[in-house]
């Protein structure tokens, strides 16, 4: 009971209740507290009784050895402020003394009761409710078994009320029921706690402190639930003791015998926490996308600034080449242009990076010869392998092997494998490459007796940036890489849905790498265009032939360096220093071809290259662009402003001699 609930209350409360009840105080004497009208009735008393003990007020008939009553009520009675729970008594006799005489006279009376618990705030048992049938009047009739079931029911009733208004209560939770008039029927502690207050039965929203708008918003939605008799689900703001929380609620139709709605019933969940956490986690995602976002520029546009450097190298080395007939000088060259095309890698790889990344690295499948895919990986790392004066031994096997794949990607994982096994393993080694079939798979081995790979080096092998052991005996450095090739490897072979997978018994017990792609059916004839070397020399049996060419680039040795070999190359060359001069030039020198940079200040590539196609429609002029930007959007781009082709600095020569020689057929 509140604090502020007196013994009168309580009285007041009990004494109109139909039915026979009786309200004792636990404690030795069980003080009487309170009864109903009809009890003190049935009983012969009144309201005298009120604060003497029980059993002086009603004792034991002495006179008759059939009766035990008051003591299986004693007994009840310390079950009830033992466990807190309601007991139910059988019918029994107890004898009630009457109002004649000397007050030793007793009448014969039988009884079925159940004494019930009533808890105060720490759930300790306050009173004692003893709420009993009188069925002296239909003693061994059919009478008495339907006043027992009565009085069993109503404590089976009140057994189920108190476990469920435990769990109600234990639950942090808000759990209450609406009147079909909108008043609160039941709260629970939870509710009670948050409210502030116990003062809530029978009043609206309004009386308990909502705002007009919740009040209004939560009245509407009761109809609606009274109207449809389905639930409804809404999240709101409240301020209530524990300051503003969010919460989240459900009213529910609760449906009586006859199917009508007879209440509504309501859950609530405050979800402070959970939505600041989701919204936390959104943040932290939106920063992370971000991030992946500007490092993903970032590597675009490093490798464009790489690039801008390196297109003047590699044709400076280009040039030395062309005119230079020292022996002595060739390999010098070579080791320059394998240290440039080193450098090259790294660039591409880093744009490889970003392109998975982002979801816009995409295949060009084809039916794909696995001897081609082997061939053209070996002729790319063959420079390497040889410098480093490694035995190479290739098995493919005698029948031919169809994958549906993309030859430059799988050539790219294998030419990864092979520039690993060349740089990793000491000079004079051996590598061994070997294919074949199994289980609907094409299997492609690279195998080498190199250090070997440690247990726990071998399970961050193939993440992004891990760059493995970096001081193995032997092995000489600058050869490291970024840590980029196995990752991007082994997403290139998902890709097509294979995998690769590594192994090495330990340290210096070398390394093997498997590649499996899915095999296709057989097919009819091999590729007929034979696989190219990436560092092919400038051919000198294809000259242009006096083919006028516009080379534009703001940066100043690259384009010098580009106009000089074309001119070794037989074309006749201008060069222009920015999109206003190019435009210019082109006018007055009406090029055949225009090598056009894409990144200049003013005008940019693509803004020349518009200007070209608007002025001159009829012009047959070919635009190729020359430029750093390589990613797939820069290639659309360079298509949508006009452009013919699009090649990435620094450009391969002989590529660049043919492409020009092809234009010229």
């Known amino acids: 009971m509140p604090p502020d609930v007196t013994r009168d209350d309580i009285q007041r409360l009990f004494r109109s209740l139909p039915g026979l009840f009786l309200v004792i105080e636990p404690g030795p004497q069980f003080i009487i507290v309170a009864a109903s009208q009809e009890y003190l009735r049935a009983t012969h008393s009144d309201a005298s009784i009120f604060g003497r003990p029980a059993f002086e007020v009603f004792p034991e008939n002495v006179h008759t050895s059939s009766t035990a009553g008051a003591s299986n009520v004693r007994r009840s009675f310390e079950r009830v402020i033992a466990t807190g729970q309601p007991d139910e008594m059988p019918l029994q006799r107890y004898d009630v003394r009457t109002p004649e005489g000397d007050g030793r006279a007793f009448e014969e009376r039988w009884w079925a009761a159940v004494n019930a618990p009533v808890l105060d705030a720490e759930g300790k048992v306050e009173y004692v409710v003893h709420r009993v049938v009188d069925a002296s009047a239909h003693a061994n009739t059919e009478s008495v078994e339907v006043l027992v079931e009565r ?306 080096a071998q399970a961050r092998l193939f993440e992004m940036f891990n760059r493995g052991d970096q001081n193995v005996a032997g092995v000489t450095g600058g050869h490291g890489g970024l840590g980029i090739g196995l990752a991007l490897s082994r997403r290139l072979a998902a890709m097509h849905d294979g995998t690769l997978d590594a192994h090495s018994d330990g340290a210096g017990k070398g390394s093997e790498f498997v590649l499996r792609v899915p095999l296709a059916g057989p097919f009819d004839a091999a590729p007929a265009v034979p696989p190219q070397s990436a560092t092919q020399s400038p051919a000198s049996n294809m000259p242009l032939d006096k083919t006028r060419v516009l080379v534009v680039d703001d940066n100043h040795d690259a384009g010098d360096t580009m106009s000089q070999i074309l001119e070794l190359l037989g074309a006749d060359v201008r060069t222009a220093r920015d999109g206003l001069e190019a435009l210019a030039t082109f006018d007055d020198y009406r090029p055949s071809v225009v090598l056009l940079d894409i990144g200049m200040p003013g005008m940019s590539g693509y803004e020349v290259a518009q200007a070209i196609r608007t002025r001159y429609p009829a012009a047959p002029t070919k635009l190729v662009a020359l430029t750093g930007w390589g990613q797939d959007d820069d290639r659309r781009r360079a298509r949508d402003a006009g452009f013919d082709h699009h090649m990435v600095k620094p450009a391969d020569i002989a590529a660049l001699e043919a492409l020009l020689a092809s234009m010229q057929a």
């Open 151 to 456: 009085a069993r029911l109503v404590a089976e009733s009140e057994k189920q009320k108190r476990i469920y208004e435990t769990v109600l209560n234990s639950t942090p939770d808000l759990v209450y029921v609406f009147d079909l008039d909108h008043h609160f029927i039941y709260a629970n502690e939870a509710l009670l706690k948050m409210w502030g207050t116990t003062d809530f039965y029978g009043k609206q929203l309004r009386e308990l402190g909502y705002e007009e708008w919740h009040a209004a918003m939560h009245d509407r939605e009761i109809e609606q639930v009274k109207a449809t008799r389905l639930p409804i689900r809404g999240e709101v703001p409240f301020n209530g003791t524990d300051g503003r929380r969010i919460y989240d609620y459900i009213f529910a139709p609760v449906i009586g015998p006859d199917g009508s709605v007879v209440a509504i019933a309501g859950t609530t969940r405050d979800v402070t926490e959970r939505q600041a956490a989701e919204q936390a986690m959104r943040e932290q995602a939106q920063k992370l996308a971000e991030s992946d976002r500007a490092k993903d520029d970032f590597l675009a546009t490093l490798s464009h600034e790489l690039r801008n450097p390196l297109a003047p190298l590699r044709n400076s080395i280009a040039l030395l080449r062309m005119g230079s007939s020292d022996p002595k000088s060739a390999p010098i060259h070579s080791m320059m242009e394998r240290q440039i095309n080193h450098v090259v890698r790294l660039v591409d790889d880093l744009l490889e990076v970003s392109r998975i990344n982002r979801g816009l690295l995409s295949l060009r499948k084809a039916r794909v010869s696995v001897a081609d895919v082997v061939r053209n990986a070996l002729e790319a790392s063959e420079g390497l392998i040889q410098t480093a004066g490694h035995t190479l031994a290739v098995d493919l096997p005698a029948q031919p092997m169809w994958l549906d794949g993309d030859t430059v990607r799988l050539s790219q994982i294998l030419d990864n494998l092979l520039n690993n096994a060349a740089k990793y393993t000491p000079g004079g080694g051996r590598i061994e490459v070997t294919v074949r079939s199994e289980a609907g798979h094409a299997v492609i081995c690279v195998r080498d007796n190199g250090p070997g790979i440690s247990a726990g």
